[in-house]
């Protein structure tokens, strides 16, 4: 069974950039997280979806991050603009829901200038 | 989500058993107890959860005390690959709900050597 795919593995652009990071789920899960993780401390959840809709997005910078899941499969998260804050993993996860096992990607790192 | 208390760091014997504990004394009588782990450069993966009852996988045993307040994760006989950091978490998985989302901690960093 193929995991959960993210892309790009690593990234570096300067502040005020923008990025953009893309995941793909297992197939079949319709819970989809994001989380942040900032070097030595524990994964922070950013947004969860189920299916294409919005479940939690409290802890979601606004002004500054978005996230779409459109047609309930691939997600993307974006930054802009970057902040020399926002250097972290970004980690997607993906749930069937029924257990509470999540299933992580291998996270995509970003370096801010 | 009931907070969870775990030692920062500890080590173990390779082939020898690891025994990892958590504190969540406020847990609710609802609230499973999440085991994840992340290896250096990856993402979390799942250990094993329970609610009351001891359980057990091919990973671990999860031991629960009986007042719920505390468990222990056992890796029965560690090897070098399970150096990690160790997340003990607790969740409420409501019924007819697919909201499963984990809040982590900062976890217990294992080393097990040689």
């Keep these: ?113 | 989500d009931a907070k969870t208390t775990q030692p920062t760091s500890m080590d173990c014997a390779e082939g020898r058993a690891a025994n990892l504990p958590c504190n969540h004394s406020t847990i609710s009588g609802n609230e499973y107890v999440y085991w994840y782990r992340q290896i250096h450069s990856q993402g979390p993966q799942y250990i094993i959860h329970g609610l009351k009852n001891n359980e057990t996988n091919e990973m671990a045993s999860l031991i629960i005390t009986e007042d719920r307040k505390s468990s222990t994760l056992i890796l029965p006989h560690a090897t070098l690959r399970d150096t990690a950091v160790y997340y003990c978490i607790v969740r409420v998985a409501e019924m007819g709900s697919n909201d499963y989302k984990l809040s982590f901690g900062a976890g217990t960093t294992v080393t097990v050597r040689a």
């Design chain 1, 1 to 113: 069974e193929a995991g959960v795919a993210q892309s790009p593995r690593y990234k570096i652009i300067e502040k005020r950039q923008s990025v953009a990071f893309w995941c793909n789920p297992i197939s079949g899960h319709a819970t989809l997280y994001w989380y942040q993780q900032i070097l030595g401390q524990g994964p922070k959840l950013l947004i969860q979806f189920q299916n294409n809709g919005v479940v939690d997005d409290s802890q979601l910078p606004k002004d500054r991050f978005s996230a779409e899941r459109l047609k309930g499969v691939d997600s993307t998260l974006k930054i802009q603009p970057a902040k020399l804050e926002d250097s972290a993993v970004y980690l997607c996860a993906s749930s069937l829901g029924l257990t509470g096992e999540l299933f992580f990607g291998e996270g995509s790192r970003l370096t801010v200038l």
